[in-house]
């Protein structure tokens, strides 16, 4: 490691002074070309040999050095006629109208000199404050009339985008006529303006004159910042900023011949706007109300503004990221048969990505064996790096010696292998879990493979994803990346402790079908469950049931299996209880005793309960609410009572397990598990009706002023509310009616109950009816003058001509009600885009601000320079990661552990 | 600047209480957090608490906060001139 030498102290920004310009320069260029017919360098042109080289063997007249070496030297351009840096043509604009046309002076009393220069001491540097006061002078100043030092005459100022300044005169009659200002005129004004003045308007007289920021000499980057390249055919293609110099040359050589030659000043003031046109587009080729200059293609050149600016500028693209090595992208795809921390390499790039490792002597015969088969043999190597830090790239060639010199002390850069760690990303990294360590596990086809259970923190789904590996080179980073980084570190949420990576979808419905009353299994489906979930028993417990002969396995018994041997919970699960009050005695049963009898389990036990003593399921289904993310208690107790890697053998089983028993029961859903009978369908229709006429009658109470308003609304605000809410009343009423009639024998009612995917109301709207549809919360209303379309009568209060949609998914919609709910939905859509872009920007704003702050050995956050931002981190000094809820312990679980060890259960 | 105020900040509920540190309690804190006076987080000699207190800039002030996760935390800042 190399030590700081140097500290930057203070960095202070400024505009080239012309001379300063020249002083830097190692030459003036005045040949508008670039190399001769023999591609060397011709002299005074932009290539010039003083401004650095690029061609390998010429050596810089400048500083002697080859090319890669020199690090280039900037050139200079002599402008025939001074022109505006369009950059700073509003500034120099609030500087014309802020100072006296005849004398220079900021056109302020000397009274208000000195208070600004006082208001001005006050600020002490505060940039807020001093751009306020700026805006101040310039507000009350560019409308004075005269000039309060030499009493001259002003005249008004326009400003004529992008690099025009106009003024309007008055002549010896009293008639007004503009005069156009050229830059020679600005730059003449502006020399005039004393340094005493110029704080005033925000300058710093010794860093920046307000008459530099008009050109008379232009800069000349080094060839190095702007390389030609060698297409395949031989041609040389030249930078866009080298095109542009060529352009800007040429026109000045014209424009000093034709000053020379003493040219018209028509003529000549052509060729100074041609000059102006070419420096503005060379600086930015973005401005607006300027034509961009274009390649023969058609594509905008790139210049110097368009080299910085934007995502793919310098800033974004080169400085806050880069392109690095080690890494991979491609599709992703799933694969439940893999672990949460594993992820599925394609060979192709296993072959490519590499681990350097040191040759040891317990590892050189393995090594060996990987040198000899060669980068195009999976496993093989790619390089060695001897003890010097050469690196050898392995060939057919020298495969023999560099197997005959290796040795203790090179290092071997081996293809990427089974349980090599790597870190794995899914743009946007929006949080920590963007980011996370996996074991690799290479394998055929082409996309990166991984488990459905992480999913959610990258918020990743296969419909053509792509996501990025990268391979840590170092003994520490792997390290770092295996104790911090791994999947299983992150199960848990540190935004609210719970589980953020659990079962999902199918996980869960399979844990019902598994888990649910009745649900028993045959010896032989109880081994292949087992097997196919890598659970490791040595004998199966007894069977719950033996009939005739054939012995049963109910799945509570075999869900049991995975659990840690002294687990012990209760909690009422997401499906819930039917009988409350049954449910109430078992949780109090279980809170006084702890422990139950058989046969108070067989009385009180319900599928809405979940009651595991000593890692036993002996009430209660399971759900969401064992290993679901965000609700997952089981899961969430696993992890933090038996460790996280545990938790990690939990869900990997668990899944697995849940798996097996969907994909063998059989798991579908259609249109038909939203079929209603008929006598159902009749009483939906009877509330609709009821609902219309409820919405009626409120209407003509309305009309017939016997309304009363709510306190704090209108009285049409009120009518609408109270609609609302009776049309909000029937879709519930129909969805009530709905799940009357479908029960846990629909597979849409498993998923929506056990929390596996889709809401009742969703079922709901497919079997019943959709409800009222609103924009913003209110019932429809824009369209047509009083009313949404012209299907309807202006003014029609009514509950279908606002939205109220009374069809299913399944019945169909109408036209207008089609259309009502195309309305709504849109809502929706534009409320994801513009969120997103919303946070995306707080996102950018916080990070910036957060980025370099750490907590510290002593528990203390602080930024780089030490700077304490809290004593304590969070104030308490918790990890909510590792936290109950937030707290550093539960007393509750404390308890409970004790109780069951002290009764020997 | 210090005008007579018609009430006392402090006795509002959400103006936590605030306390100048003696000469040893201020080495004490440095001491135990390993830092410089520059490197304490502020408070300007103007802020309505400081005023009340009569700090003076070089001063440290303990503020001891309500937190919703720790109960009782106390934050130091250091007076410096407005
Ligand atoms: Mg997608
Ligand atoms: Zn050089
Ligand atoms: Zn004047």
């Known amino acids: 490691m190399h030590s700081i030498k140097k500290v930057i102290g203070k960095i202070e920004f400024g505009i080239l002074a012309p001379q300063e310009i020249r002083k830097m320069s190692a030459a003036e260029i005045t040949v508008p070309d670039t190399y001769d017919d023999d591609g060397y360098p011709i002299d005074g042109g932009l290539m010039d040999k003083r401004l650095g080289v690029i061609d390998p063997g010429l050596r810089c007249e400048t500083c002697g050095a080859r090319a890669g070496e020199c690090p280039g030297h900037f050139g200079h351009i002599e402008l025939a006629r001074p022109v505006i840096h369009v950059g700073f043509a509003k500034t120099l604009f609030r500087v014309l109208q802020s100072t006296c046309r005849e004398c220079g002076r900021i056109l302020l009393t000397d009274e208000e000199i000195e208070e600004y220069m006082h208001k001005f001491e006050f600020a002490e540097g505060r940039r807020s404050e001093i751009n306020r006061l700026i805006k101040e002078i310039h507000k009350k100043v560019k409308e004075r009339k005269t000039c309060p030092h030499c009493g001259a005459p002003q005249f008004p100022i326009k400003f004529e985008k992008p690099t025009i300044y106009w003024e309007t005169r008055i002549d010896e009659e009293g008639n007004e006529y503009k005069h156009r200002m050229m830059p020679s005129e600005v730059r003449d004004r502006l020399e005039k303006i004393p340094d005493k003045d110029l704080s005033l308007l925000g300058f710093h007289p010794e860093n920046s004159r307000p008459e530099w920021m008009v050109l008379t000499v232009l800069p000349v980057p080094p060839v190095t910042t702007r390389p030609s390249i060698t297409l395949e055919n031989g041609v040389r293609a030249e930078d866009d900023l080298t095109h542009k110099l060529v352009d800007i040359i040429r026109i000045n050589n014209r424009l000093k011949t034709n000053i020379e030659a003493g040219a018209p000043q028509l003529i000549i003031e052509d060729l100074w706007d041609l000059l102006q046109y070419h420096v503005t587009t060379y600086i930015n080729n973005e401005t607006s109300g300027v034509p961009a200059a274009k390649h023969k293609s058609g594509r905008p050149l790139k210049t110097l503004s368009q080299r910085l600016k934007g995502k793919e500028g310098r800033f974004r693209g080169n400085l806050s990221g880069k392109r690095v090595n080690f890494s991979a992208r491609t599709v992703i795809s799933p694969d439940p048969m893999i672990s949460i921390n594993e992820v599925g390499v394609p060979l192709a790039i296993a072959m490519e990505l590499t681990i350097p490792e040191k040759v040891t002597e317990f590892n050189m015969e393995k090594l060996k064996k990987l040198i000899s088969n060669g980068p195009d043999k999976y496993p093989g190597a790619n390089y060695v790096i001897d003890p010097e830090g050469r690196r050898i790239r392995i060939m057919e060639t020298n495969r023999e010696t560099v197997l005959e010199m290796l040795d203790i002390g090179w290092t071997v850069e081996r293809h990427l292998m089974d349980g090599d760690i790597v870190l794995f990303n899914r743009q946007p990294s929006l949080h920590r879990m963007s980011i996370m360590a996996h074991r690799v596990r290479v394998m055929p086809y082409k996309t990166f493979r991984l488990n459905l259970s992480v999913c959610p923190p990258y918020n990743a789904d296969f419909d053509g994803d792509e996501m990025n590996l990268h391979v840590p080179q170092t003994e520490e980073a792997q390290a770092e990346a295996r104790i911090l980084m791994e999947v299983q570190n992150h199960i848990i949420s540190p935004r609210y402790g719970g589980p953020l990576i659990g079962g999902i979808q199918d996980h869960i419905s399979g844990g019902y079908l598994l888990t649910r009353e009745g649900a028993y299994f045959t010896r032989l489906e109880v081994e292949q469950m087992l097997m196919f979930a890598g659970v490791d028993v040595d004998e199966l417990p007894e069977p719950d049931r033996v009939e005739k002969g054939v012995e049963f396995w109910s799945g509570k018994t075999i869900f049991s299996l995975l659990l840690p041997k002294d687990l012990t919970i209760w909690y009422e699960n997401k499906v819930g209880c039917k009988d409350k009050e049954k449910c109430e005695k078992l949780k109090k049963a279980i809170e006084e005793k702890l422990v139950l009898s058989d046969e108070e389990i067989r009385e009180l036990s319900d599928d809405g309960f979940v009651y595991i003593r000593n890692g036993k399921l002996l009430s209660g289904v399971i759900d969401k609410k064992a290993y679901g993310r965000e609700d997952g208690r089981l899961l969430d107790l696993i992890v933090k009572e038996y460790g996280t890697e545990r938790g990690k053998q939990f869900l990997n089983q668990v899944t697995k397990l849940a798996i097996w028993v969907i994909t063998h029961k059989g798991f579908t859903t259609a249109i038909d598990d939203e079929d209603l009978p008929q006598d159902a369908i009749e009483r939906i229709r009877e509330i609709i009706r009821e609902a219309e006429n409820n919405v009626n009658r409120l209407i003509q109470a309305y009309e017939m002023g016997e309304l009363d308003a709510h306190p704090g609304k209108t009285l049409e605000e009120t009518l609408e509310s109270l609609i609302m809410q009776k049309l909000a009343e029937a879709r519930d009423q129909a969805g009530d009616i709905a799940s009357q009639y479908l029960g846990m024998g629909n597979h849409a009612v498993i998923m929506a109950k056990t929390g596996a995917r889709g809401k009742i109301l969703n079922i709901t709207q497919m079997a019943a009816m959709l409800g009222q549809q609103s924009i913003r919360g209110k019932r429809l209303y824009r369209g047509y003058r009083g009313r949404v379309t012209t299907h309807f009568k202006p003014n029609d209060l009514g509950a279908e001509a606002k939205g109220f949609v009374v069809n299913s998914y399944k019945s169909g919609l109408t036209p207008t009600e089609y259309f009502f709910h195309a309305m709504g939905g849109r809502e929706g859509l534009v409320d994801t885009a513009v969120r997103t872009a919303q946070s995306g920007y707080m996102q950018r704003r916080l990070i910036n601000a957060l980025q370099d702050l750490k907590v510290d050995y002593d528990g203390t956050v602080r930024d780089p320079s030490g700077i304490i931002v809290q004593f304590r981190y969070g104030e308490d000094g918790v990890d909510p990661m590792k936290s109950w809820g937030g707290k550093t312990l539960n007393v509750d679980r404390v308890i409970v552990r004790t109780l069951l060890k002290m009764r020997g259960e | ?82």
């Open chain 2, 1 to 82: 600047m210090a005008a007579k105020r018609k009430f006392n900040i402090f006795d509002h509920e959400l103006v936590p209480e605030h306390r100048i540190l003696s000469d040893e309690e201020k080495a004490e804190l440095l001491k135990k957090y390993n830092i410089k006076l520059s490197q304490l987080p502020q408070i300007k000699a103007s802020d309505p608490a400081v005023e009340e207190l009569g700090a003076k800039p070089g001063d440290i002030i303990e503020i001891k906060r309500k937190s919703p996760t720790a109960g009782i935390y106390y934050y130091y800042r250091i007076v410096v001139e407005d």
